[in-house]
Antibody, heavy 121, light 107 residues
Framework: QLRLVESGGGVVLPGRSLRLSCAASGFSFNIFSMHWVRQAPGRGLEWVAV????????YYGDSVRGRFTISRDNSKNTIYLQMNSLRGEDTAVYYC??????????????WGQGTTVTVSS | EIVLTQSPATLSLSPGERATLSCRAS??????LAWFQQKPGQAPRLLIY???NRATGIPARFSGSGSRTDFTLTISSLEPEDFAVYYCQQRYIWPLTFGGGTKVEIK
């Protein structure tokens, strides 16, 4: 059974850091790229970042580049999102999603349930 | 970045009716356009990838068409479970971007 489970969300002060995790199961994790996508309250979807199957390539959305870092540990079937210098506009539900075994930009066919990040003083 | 504009913002229809959703890109995205469905409190679900390919388990009443800058998602006959928000997404140029969404609501 394909499964993605996010964790690590919570309430954090502006300017502080938070690390999200996404644990995968039910598929060959080490051959798939993986994405983070977020959704602010009452808003649409915003793509955040992607990492290649081997961790060698990463791409970021304009609003998070330089502040967020995506990484993965294939021995643990887990990806991470290190979020630094957090702002109020980073408040959102963060989803991880399976990418593709063919291309870095493809996929998003399996999604987790999301973890909520609230940036507030 | 490529901006995707979806229209209409809201579509009010009855079960059994045909739904036609539009997605227009600010520049060509070739054939790298996907559609997602999202219901309240749930994660998005991939419906269509690369313009017209249905994802695994997606019913045949969902179909996609278009090219370059103009794309359409058609639901041939709305079922009660189809009332939701629909997003288009391009993967042609980094960063990946989503449209603002179209809400399909019960009339």
């Amino acid at each position: 059974q394909l499964r993605l489970v996010e964790s690590g969300g919570g309430v954090v002060l502006p300017g502080r850091s938070l690390r999200l995790s996404c644990a995968a199961s039910g598929f060959s994790f080490n051959i798939f790229s993986m994405h983070w996508v977020r959704q602010a309250p009452g808003r649409g979807l915003e793509w955040v970042a992607v990492i290649s199957y081997d961790g060698d390539k990463e791409y970021y959305g304009d609003s998070v580049r330089g502040r967020f870092t995506i990484s993965r540990d294939n021995s643990k079937n887990t990806i991470y999102l290190q979020m630094n210098s957090l702002r109020g506009e980073d408040t959102a539900v963060y989803y991880c999603s399976r990418g593709s075994d063919r291309s870095l930009s493809d996929g998003m066919d399996v999604w987790g349930q999301g973890t909520t990040v609230t940036v507030s003083s | 970045e490529i901006v995707l504009t979806q229209s209409p913002a809201t579509l009010s229809l009855s079960p059994g009716e045909r739904a036609t959703l539009s997605c227009r890109a600010s520049e060509s995205v070739s054939s790298y356009l996907a559609w997602f469905q999202q219901k309240p409190g749930q994660a998005p679900r991939l419906l269509i990838y690369d313009v017209y390919n249905r994802a695994t388990g997606i019913p045949a009443r969902f179909s996609g068409s278009g090219s370059r800058t103009d794309f359409t998602l058609t639901i041939s006959s709305l079922e009660p479970e189809d009332f939701a928000v629909y997003y288009c997404q391009q993967r042609y140029i980094w960063p990946l971007t989503f449209g603002g969404g179209t809400k399909v609501e019960i009339k």
